[in-house]
Structure formats: structure tokens, C-alpha cells
């Protein structure tokens, strides 16, 4: 039984186009935030903080919780 490796049929054009319509959201503030579970203490100011990941853009922001 040999290994069967499939291929996704990506039309990297409209890869492209989804891309530069996210990053046009972004741009105008509407990130697609995302909770990071792992870095939720700033070392900094040493607070629990929330850390928000933009799942387009990867921009991140803190919240003190
Ligand atoms: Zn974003």
C-alpha cells in the first residue's frame, strides 16, 4: 500500500483576492480577533492580561483582564 498524497485544488488567484480583501478589513479596523490562551500575563507591567490575535493579519492587542 503505497502513501496516497492529495493535492488541494487551490486557484491561487482567488487565494490572492480573499487575501487582499481580509487584509482590506483589517485595515479598516475590523481584525478578526482570536483569544491566545498561551500569553495571557504581560512581563512587562507583570499583569493578567487578554491577548487578541487577528487571525488575518496576525496584529495582536492586549486587554488587562
Ligand atoms: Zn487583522
Not at 18 to 31: F, N, Q, S
Not at 36 to 45: A, I, L, N
Request: proline share 3%.
Amino acid at each position: 500500500m503505497g502513501d496516497v498524497i492529495r493535492f488541494k485544488k487551490a486557484n491561487p488567484k482567488e487565494r490572492l483576492k480573499e487575501k487582499a480583501k481580509a487584509v482590506t478589513l483589517c485595515r479598516h479596523g475590523h481584525h478578526k480577533w482570536t483569544i491566545d490562551p498561551k500569553k495571557q500575563f504581560d512581563v512587562k507591567s507583570g499583569k493578567l492580561v487578554t491577548l487578541y490575535r487577528c487571525q488575518r493579519c496576525d496584529t495582536t492587542k492586549t486587554t488587562l483582564t
